[in-house]
Every structure is written in C-alpha cells, then in structure tokens.
C-alpha cells in the first residue's frame, strides 16, 4: 500500500464493551493477510499516564519496553499481536494539553490565541498519524477510550472528523456499542445503538462498520434494522457474543467478514481469508486441556483487572502444558488473621502468586504467604513487591532479622534489607524514582533461572518499581541459602532470587507479565506452571 490507512475504533452506550480486545483482533486479522500494523490508545482522562491511578480506579498499569506507564489494553495489544508498544502507542488528555501549554510558553504558536481548535485537535492528529509517518505501517489502529457522550471525548471525536473528511477511504470508524437483552420482554433492542450512532452523527462522524456486543445471538433481520437505521451496509454490522475465551474474538470477528468488510471500505482487493494457523492450534489447545491446575494470587486488589497480565501469562502457560488454569484471587489482609478462611483457600492452591504493588496494606499478608510456600515448598513467584516479600519474610525467619523490612514500609527499621538506591532518595516527583521500561539480567550458571530461561544468560525484562534489594546484604542471603541468580550487569542490583533446595521458589524485580503472548509465552510462567503440576 501506498500510505498508511487509519482505522478508528470508538465505543457507545456503555463502557468496559471490549474495545481493547476489537482493537487487538483487528490488528490480528490484518496481521493474518501480511500487513504491518500497530495498536495506539487515546484516553480522555487528564492524568498525565494512569502510573499514579489507584487500579480500582483503571485497573492494571502497563508499562511498555520503553518505560511508559500505560493503560491495560496495550497489554492486549502485545498479547494479540506480538507488537512491541512504546510510549507512542499511549496518549492522554493530559498529555496532549500538556503539550499544547508547553509550546504556548514556549512561544512557537507567535502570539496566536489557543483554542480546542485548530490546537488542540491539531496535537491529536499529529499524534495518531506519528507513527504512520515515522514507522511505515501499513495500518494504524487507533482506540479511543471512554463512551460517545462524554463531554471528555469531544476533542478526540472532532479530530477523528478532521482525517476522515482529509484522508476519505484511507480511514475508516468501527463503533462498538452495545444491544441489550429485556429478560421480561425476551427481546433484544437495538434503540441504545440507534441513539449512540445519532450521537456519533451529531459530532459529524459516519461509522463505517457497526460492532454490536451482546449476550444473545442476533438474527439477520436485527441486524438489517439496526443497518437501515443507522445508515451501514448489513455485511458491516458484526456482532460480538459473549465467548468463553477472549481469544477466540478474532476467529469469530474474521468467520464474520469483518477484515473484508474493512478492505472493501478501505478499496483494497480483499483476496482469499488467511488462516490462523499457529492462533488456531492455541485454541484447540485450550479446548482440549481438561486436567487444572489452581493457582492462588496473593494481593490485595480484589479486582480482577490488577492483575490482568498475570492472569493471562498464567492461561498462556496452562494451556502450553495441557493444563486449565483455575486462579483464585486470595486476599492478603485476610492472611492477616490466622483463622481467616483465606487460609484454607491459600493451601489448596498448587502454586503461589505473590503479587507486585505499592503502599503498606496487605503486606503483612505477603510475608505470611512467603513463608508458608518456603516452610512448605509449595511453588512460588514472586513478583516485584512480591520478590521484596520474599526477601523480607527470609531475612525475618531464617537470618534472624526479626526488623527486617522495606524503607517503603517502615523507614526507620534497622535492617533495611529492601531500600531506595542512593542517588533516588533525593528525588520527590512521583515516578521520579521508579525505574521503568525494559533493563538487562545476567542470569547465574546452574540457576534453575537459567534453566527456565532456556539457558539464555543475558536477558531483558520491564521493571516498575522504587525499592531494590539492598547489596549491602547479599552475601548473608546466598551463605543462608537464598541465591541472588538475576543481576542487572550495568548498576550491580539483584534481579532474582531463589532457593535452589525448593522446587520453585523464584522471585524477580521485573514484571515477566508483559512480555507474555498468545503465541510465546513467558518462559519463568512456563516453568512455574510445570512445577505446580507436578506437586
């Protein structure tokens, strides 16, 4: 293709429809047929990124290989399609009025009065096409968060307007909305899509395919009243079923025709259906498994998009060895009370999760489980926070530090076997200390790290965190039998631990999560899952 073509995906009646997932199998789709292709996210919310939204606001943060605190769908986005994301791929309110300001004190815009538009709508423009323009892709998909209605969205939807009127076939507007089942009434009613169409209208928006998301089937003459009323062709208005799995969206959006009905908007010859090959036998995989495997997430977000990436690298990795995984969600402030079913529920569990986060509630919670996988070689992953907890809880019961701790926790313990490296303490702003995006981990000879690793030494992993082991400490663990198998060569500092006598008892700084995919799953998950199956 000549020029990058745009494809916009907006969302109406309701939110958390599943825009990012659309988004993601659309991509795979074009993917499928040979095109280069990439995923961005516009989210209306004025926070700079979502690193500093609490995730019962936004759910799990994402961080790309380059360091940028993104919203949770990219992770959608990586897993789909096996892009790689960069902080191109995230743009906020915030960030876009942020830009605009900075140039306006700057001077570049002469004197000139600053408006939504041309300026602001220009910052958006400029913004969706930058990597179009920088990178050769064939197609650029761009998700805009939030609901149509939102007062929020307006400077997006005007932009959108803009590049459709500019571009003409070269972008194209999908609009998910939503058809509700009255129970009392057994029907379906297609008003809501009506009414969000005719909001999309308003703002001088034509969708050019309709994506309807229901939990009942739609027959052709729904879906030829909602095509009649809403002014799109009935080959392009698709309905998205409740699955039972989100990875078979992509193989029920294609058995629809909706990468055709995108090529013959877009005036590309459509050409023969491309098959899933690789994506398909992923499915059957799944299907087939009908032994479990229960893994128990111990954190203290019981919500279920916190740990979203954990979750899926956990599915990815079952379904690679024959297994269906059952994740239960074990709240670590119950863990706090010795009688507390929240017990019972952790030693059913064949293998342990100790979940990443920030702040002091639960943590108690953590070392408990900690110790529990240690004094019961149940297998164990620690992530992030979840490594520290590791790290605290053997400091505690096996060194002898009864006040070991994390600075984060308590800033006065006496053996801070957790703590800001020096050159961070000085440093207020948030997200100033925290080291993000992606760092090297030379990995020890004979670790069972390696092992998982395949025996690739030199690896590369995306951290999201303040706090680090503290190197003053290292030679009292390894002589009491944790190793510190993971070091990151450039500033020295313990990427990884274990306990070689345990059979998997691994924690590391970074977040193996984000580089999980449908078709390449992490291997540490691989290893861990392997090693709850055979307790």
């Known amino acids: 293709m000549a020029s990058t073509k745009y494809i916009f995906v907006t969302g109406g009646v309701v939110s958390s429809l599943g825009k990012g997932i659309i988004s ?3 991509g795979k789709l074009l993917q499928a047929r040979g095109y280069k292709i990439t995923i961005q996210k516009f989210d209306p919310y004025i926070n700079i990124d979502p690193g500093t939204l609490n995730p019962y606001e936004h759910g799990e943060c994402y961080v790309t290989a380059d360091g940028m605190e993104t919203d949770l769908d990219l992770g959608h986005y990586e897993r789909f399609t096996g892009i790689r994301t960069t902080r191109h791929n995230s743009m906020t309110t915030g960030r876009i009025y942020k830009a605009v300001i900075d140039k306006e004190r700057s001077g570049e815009y002469l004197g000139h009065t600053i408006q939504v538009v041309p300026h602001i709508t220009d910052e958006i423009k400029r913004r969706i096409k930058y990597l179009g323009d920088t990178e050769g892709y064939d197609f650029v ?8 209605g939102d007062i929020e969205s307006a400077p997006f939807l005007e932009a959108i307007r803009q590049m459709k009127w500019e571009m003409g076939r070269d972008a194209v507007c999908i609009h998910l909305t939503y058809v ?6 057994d029907e379906l009613k297609t008003k809501p899509t009506q009414h969000s169409v005719k909001e999309l209208l308003a703002n001088g928006i034509q969708p050019d395919i309709l994506i309807l998301r229901t939990e009942k089937h739609l027959d052709d003459h729904l879906r030829a009243k909602v095509a009649g009323f809403c002014n799109v062709d009935l080959e392009c208005v698709i309905q998205s079923e409740d699955l039972p799995s989100i990875y078979e969206v992509p193989v029920n959006m294609q058995k629809q025709g909706l990468d055709a009905a995108i090529m013959r908007k877009m005036g590309i010859p459509v050409g023969e259906t491309p098959q899933l090959g690789a994506w ?5 995989m799944r299907h087939s498994a009908t032994e479990t495997v229960s893994i128990g997430l111990v954190g203290k977000y019981d919500l279920q ?3 979203k990436s954990i979750s899926e690298s956990l599915s990815h990795a079952a379904t690679y060895n024959n297994r269906k995984v059952n994740i239960t ?5 119950q863990l706090e009370v010795p009688e507390n079913p929240a017990w019972e529920t952790l030693r059913s569990q064949d293998g342990l999760v100790i979940c990443p986060g920030f702040g002091q509630r639960g943590i108690a919670g953590k070392v408990l489980a ?5 004094e019961n070689d149940v297998p164990c992953f620690g992530i992030c926070l979840g490594m520290q907890m590791m790290v605290i809880e053997f400091a505690r019961d096996v060194l002898g530090y009864a ?3 994390s600075t984060e926790i308590n800033p006065r313990t006496a053996n801070n076997v957790i703590d800001l490296m020096e050159e961070q303490k000085n440093v207020t702003q948030m997200g100033g200390t925290m080291r993000l995006g992606e760092y090297r981990c030379v990995i020890r000879k004979g670790s069972r790290a390696l092992q998982a690793y395949g025996g690739r030494e030199d690896i590369c992993e995306r951290h999201r965190h303040r706090y680090e082991f503290n190197n003053s400490y290292r030679d009292a663990f390894e002589q009491a039998g944790m190793q510190c198998v993971g070091i990151n060569p450039d500033a020295d500092l313990v990427e990884m631990v274990e306990i070689p006598s345990l059979r998997w008892y691994i924690g590391t700084q970074f977040h193996p999560e984000y580089s999980s995919t449908v078709l390449h799953p992490h291997p540490l998950f691989m290893d861990f899952i392997k090693a709850a199956i055979s307790k």
Not at 141 to 148: A, K, L, M, R, V
Not at 280 to 284: G, M, P, T, Y
Not at 329 to 333: A, G, L, T, Y
């Open 280 to 284: 398909n036998r992923f499915l059957e």
């Open 403 to 405: 006040d070991a701790d």
């Open 141 to 148: 998909i761009t998700e805009i968060g939030g609901t149509i």
């Open 329 to 333: 969600f074990i709240n670590s402030e």
């Open 24 to 26: 993601s199998s659309i």
């Open 180 to 185: 509700p089942y009255i129970k009392a009434a």
């Open 370 to 374: 900690a110790k529990y996988a240690r």
């Open 305 to 307: 998009d916190a740990y």
